[in-house]
């Protein structure tokens, strides 16, 4: 029974390790396009970097509400993240 539940703890960070990956490379993309636009002058670089830190915040703020469980931070040092981890077996 534990190995089935290890399974499914393996799939469901597998999953979320895809989903941050995706976030990571349609940032990057936006972020070169936008540079292209303001290489080339189709945009001002101010208003450029401005799209771009905007759209970075939002997919910040995206992958927070979609990959972070209920008690979990982004800063969350790697004592927090074990001790709050061996809380969560003891109380299952």
Do not use: C
Not at 59 to 73: P, R
Request: a positive charge; proline letters at 2%; hydrophobic letters at 45%.
């Amino acid at each position: 029974m534990a190995n089935e539940e290890r399974k499914r703890q393996l799939e469901i960070a597998s999953v979320k390790q895809n989903y941050a990956m995706l976030l990571l490379t349609i940032m990057t993309l936006m972020n070169i396009l936008l540079g292209v636009f303001m290489v080339y002058g189709y945009i001002s670089i101010p208003i450029g970097m401005t799209i771009s830190f905007g759209f970075m915040f939002l997919v910040m703020i995206k992958a927070h509400s979609s990959l972070l469980e209920d008690g979990e931070t982004i800063w969350e040092s790697p004592k927090e993240f074990h001790k709050r981890r061996q809380s969560r077996l003891n109380n299952d």
